[in-house]
């Protein structure tokens, strides 16, 4: 019997409720019927990015998507834009900006640490004309949460728009979209949502649109105006995703009724949980004390095969589990523990990591690590 | 018992099992396991499209992300580009260009009317710098075919990109990509497709990539380059809408199995026997003989209502038909009958328009077209 366990960066495992809701009848999206859907997702989306904004978005995109919306939305040409690095998700806001003529001024990050909210300062006061600051949230392929409340004090004198990929961290970490002084911020479906990719969720607050009126880089689908506008009239621009947003009726929902902050609480617990497991097992953080609740990004054992063992994990006991990107690539693998996730997922996973180093030759004390997340699961509730 | 029905301009019903298709436990898109349905779905779509190129991009995004795709892959800033406009969705062309200045040549035809195929010879004569050429295979907004083959006749002497939103058109109408010579077309999962909205699919011949190369507009989600290169690897360079593209393995296994021109031979027999069923009622096709198989454009009839008749049987009967858009409001009513659609159908549809019609107070005899639609059908096999 083989069952399925995600514990992957995203996409993560889907509640049955919201698979039955994604495949409800189809509807027609030009009908208050739909309407009503679209608009109780969009207050949800308010709730979850903890805005009170009515300006959230939703894509039918990638998350990257949305990030280009973000990007092309609120500057020109030539214009410069501080871009956090740290990662390639940090590194991809540089590109987009790149690929439109934005001038890009780095702060580039250790991959695996965490960027000091006074860098931003820092780089703010000496490129005093830079119009944007592009920040990740959780840095998916090193494991890292950025302090994002930090950061938007460092930049809340200076005058840039703070722009946050959230696209891991929503439903996860706190994200405090108002109280935090966020402009704007973009979210992904298939995370702590718990819902399918092929959603951006994008939530502009007031204090952004001064910069979106002024800027002059080409867009149509991504078109902020147009999402608006259309918005307004309790509909999108062009067709919807619309099982996708029926699914999203019923994700939010549960979000809503646990409540964001016990979501919150719920992950920080998980992620303490497996990250003790972890450590318990021998083996190393790889983002050390800078580890997001996202994912648990654990250096490989020296001279072990991460990636075989992986695979044969998943395709003889159905846990996915997944190794480094690019540069990181054979050197971390990663424990995704976000979305419709709960104690018992943790146990699984780090069960799942002892018989995949064991099996594969790699001494650790099997049960030390499973033994621990109980431990720490019980005594910390 | 009040049963769901969608007759409108897409999103289409869903077969049961492509629902049950997307339904399936999520899977991580960066497995053999994803790669190997990605693969069979591109595969599947080169069918579709008749093409033999091994370029069909798959995006998350709604069918219009597909067509800015076209656009920025394939011009430059200050390049001209002849658009058919007829309709909403060939103006969706021209509005698209003109964002990214684009200089557009319109070419405009009245409503409910098709371009003939020599005036686009004639601006091309014209307008000898003109590099691409954009034209709707279905106006879904007017339910008007363009004679695609036609225009690829006209079009191929000259040296501009034939680029066809085959949006709706797609699975409906035959649509030869290798045959007829047409160098990009694009189609959206909700229509022939018969899937949810969330899908864009984009064809590219190999006598494109000259003019992509070139192509100087800013990109990065929509850029064919990088969905080259991630194909190559059988994956795509962002996170694929996975329930989605689940589904479409068994929606595009459906069309295959019944056969593409067994596909397209069904829209044209239910289509014909549509428009017959209304001349029956002594109602007016508004694209005549212009009128595609993907939908029936009706005149409504004078002095009525007809946009709140179509709300009262959808509310009071389950039944979804649409009525005109923008200058159109009021002026039409559209039966949608592509994708999973047969005999059956077309008999509720048209008793639907019929109650729709007599409940509100417009003379018509009451069975006329549903016994007319009886024997197109029963004729004409």
Redesign the interface.
């Known amino acids: 019997m083989k069952k ?1 366990y ?1 514990f ?1 960066p ?5 509640p049955h409720d919201v ?2 809701a ?2 409800k ?7 208050s019927e739909f309407s009503n859907i679209f608009i109780k997702v969009t207050e949800d989306l308010k709730y979850v990015f903890q805005s009170k904004s009515d300006e959230v978005f939703t ?7 949305g990030m ?1 919306a973000c990007v092309v939305n609120t500057l020109s040409q030539g214009d410069k834009a501080v871009v956090v690095r740290g990662g390639k998700f940090g590194e991809r806001w540089a ?2 900006c790149e ?3 934005v001038d890009v001024i780095p702060i580039d990050i250790e991959y695996g640490k965490a960027v000091k909210p006074d860098l931003l300062d820092y780089a703010l006061r000496k490129e005093k004309e830079a119009r944007s600051v592009f920040v990740t949230q959780c840095e998916t392929s090193t494991g890292v949460v950025h302090d994002i409340e930090g950061i938007a004090k460092a930049v809340k004198s200076h005058n840039a728009l703070l722009i946050i990929d959230a696209i891991t961290g929503i439903g996860v970490h706190p994200l405090m979209m108002d109280d935090w002084g966020i402009d704007i911020a973009v979210a ?1 479906s ?1 995370k702590g949502c718990m819902l ?3 959603l951006a969720f994008v939530c502009v607050a007031q204090s952004a649109w001064e910069s979106i009126k002024k800027a002059r ?5 991504w ?1 902020f105006k147009k999402m608006r506008k259309s918005l307004g009239n309790k509909t999108t621009p ?7 947003i029926m699914a999203a009726g019923k994700a939010l929902d549960m979000i809503k009724k646990e409540g964001i902050e016990n979501v919150w609480s719920r992950h920080a617990r998980l992620a303490h949980a497996t990250r003790e497991g972890i450590k318990a097992l021998g083996l190393e953080l790889f983002a050390g004390d800078a580890s997001s609740n996202v994912l648990t990004a654990v250096k490989s054992p020296e001279g072990f095969d991460i990636n075989s063992a992986i695979k044969k994990l ?1 395709d003889e006991s159905g846990v ?1 589990i ?1 190794g480094g990107q690019e540069e990181l690539k054979g050197k971390i693998f990663r424990i995704g523990h976000m979305g419709y996730v709960n104690e018992f997922d943790i146990i699984v996973a780090i069960s799942a990591v002892e018989k995949c180093l064991h099996e594969n030759g790699c001494k650790i004390e099997l049960g030390k690590g499973v033994s621990r997340v109980q431990e720490v699961l019980l005594s910390c509730k």
Do not use: V
Not at 10 to 14: A, D, F
């Open positions: 399925t995600l992957t995203g996409p993560t495992q889907i698979t039955l994604e495949a009848s189809m509807i027609h999206h030009r009908t894509f039918a995109s990638s998350g990257t998507g280009e590109e987009i690929a439109y003529g992904g298939q399918p990719p092929g880089l080409p867009k149509y689908y078109d062009f067709t919807p995703a619309i099982s996708l998943r996915t997944t």
